[in-house]
């Protein structure tokens, strides 16, 4: 199986029922304004599902939702698990649907994460167990709402972070340098990391809250897991780095010169 035949794994909030407006809880706090239960619409939630303030989320004290990502797990719900079903409109699907949108966005995060395993020539030796991977991960993703709900994902996960934890390896052995940095789940708040060369080297789970790291080097890093919220990544160069998403990305701050690898893009509020 090729990855171009996995779901995709990008949001199409016009295909999907604000899932994640509704499904998951929030807090009030700095990400979000107000606090909502899990099931429950959000307040700014209109009929037609879609968010009326979306063009002013930061601005009304939301950043949180600028920041989620479902890999495409929302419409994948929506349309195919559903096969179109709203919850408005057969409210009967309501619960079950809310709890497997979590379960389907854990695995549109895996087969992410697999897709890019895969094209990366160094993990050739791995491409026939990465496949492997993808094709029982993708047919997780195309099972009923019965088999989601209470799905395993946890167990499947594990299994995946070896092929995950070995293709870094090979792909880091590649990085210059003799010794690769070792950060793997530090504490780096507020580190002072500018300009620092972080090529092949393992942040897998990182707290970089708020760290600096302006003009770092971060090519072929492993950031899987990497908390990157307010890190400042404005003129790193993350071109090649392992693992990185666009939640990482739209959690961060950063610039025009931040280099970037297809096909993450630079999030709207970046200056």
Same mark, same amino acid.
């Given at each position: 199986?090729?990855?171009?035949?996995?779901?995709?794994?990008?949001?199409?909030?016009?295909?999907?029922?604000?899932?994640?407006?509704?499904?998951?809880?929030?807090?009030?706090?700095?990400?979000?304004? &107000?606090?909502?239960?899990?099931?429950?619409?959000?307040? =700014?939630?209109?009929?037609?599902?879609?968010?009326?303030?979306?063009?002013?989320?930061?601005?009304?004290?939301?950043? *949180?939702?600028?920041?989620?990502?479902?890999?495409?797990? *929302?419409?994948? &719900?929506?349309? &195919?698990?559903?096969?179109?079903?709203? +919850?408005?409109?057969?409210? *009967?699907?309501?619960?079950?649907?809310?709890?497997?949108?979590? &379960?389907?966005?854990?695995?549109?995060?895996?087969?992410?994460?697999?897709? %890019?395993?895969?094209?990366?020539?160094?993990?050739?030796?791995?491409?026939? #167990?990465?496949?492997?991977?993808?094709?029982?991960?993708?047919?997780?993703?195309?099972?009923? @709402?019965?088999?989601? #709900?209470?799905?395993?994902?946890?167990?499947?996960?594990? %299994?995946? =972070?070896? !092929?995950?934890?070995?293709?870094?390896?090979?792909?880091?052995?590649? @990085?210059?340098?003799?010794?690769?940095?070792?950060?793997?789940?530090?504490?780096?708040?507020?580190?002072?990391?500018?300009? @620092?060369?972080?090529? *092949?080297?393992?942040?897998?789970?990182?707290?970089?809250?708020?760290?600096?790291?302006?003009?770092?080097?971060?090519?072929?890093?492993? $950031?899987?897991? #990497?908390?990157?919220?307010?890190?400042?990544?404005?003129? #790193?160069?993350?071109? %090649?780095? $392992?693992?990185?998403?666009?939640?990482?990305? =739209?959690?961060?701050?950063?610039?025009?010169?931040?280099? !970037?690898?297809?096909?993450?893009?630079?999030?709207?509020? +970046?200056?």
């Amino acid at each position: 199986m090729s990855p171009t035949s996995t779901p995709a794994l990008k949001a199409d909030c016009a295909n999907c029922f604000a899932l994640c407006c509704v499904a998951l809880p929030f807090a009030k706090s700095h990400d979000f304004a &107000v606090n909502k239960a899990a099931g429950t619409p959000c307040k =700014n939630l209109r009929q037609d599902f879609r968010c009326g303030i979306h063009t002013a989320l930061r601005d009304k004290g939301f950043p *949180g939702c600028t920041v989620f990502d479902c890999f495409g797990a *929302g419409q994948q &719900v929506s349309q &195919v698990t559903f096969g179109g079903r709203d +919850w408005r409109g057969d409210p *009967g699907t309501a619960r079950q649907m809310f709890e497997v949108f979590p &379960v389907m966005r854990q695995l549109h995060e895996l087969l992410h994460y697999l897709t %890019e395993a895969l094209a990366r020539p160094a993990a050739a030796p791995l491409h026939d #167990a990465l496949r492997a991977a993808l094709a029982t991960t993708t047919e997780a993703t195309r099972a009923d @709402a019965e088999t989601l #709900a209470p799905f395993d994902v946890g167990a499947l996960r594990q %299994e995946i =972070n070896t !092929l995950l934890l070995e293709t870094s390896e090979l792909v880091r052995a590649h @990085a210059p340098g003799r010794k690769k940095k070792n950060h793997r789940g530090a504490d780096l708040m507020g580190a002072r990391l500018s300009g @620092a060369d972080l090529r *092949g080297a393992n942040l897998r789970g990182a707290y970089l809250i708020a760290a600096d790291l302006s003009r770092a080097d971060l090519r072929t890093a492993d $950031l899987i897991g #990497a908390d990157l919220r307010d890190t400042n990544l404005r003129g #790193a160069d993350l071109r %090649e780095a $392992l693992f990185l998403t666009q939640p990482q990305l =739209n959690a961060a701050q950063g610039s025009p010169q931040t280099k !970037l690898p297809p096909p993450l893009t630079r999030p709207a509020h +970046w200056l």
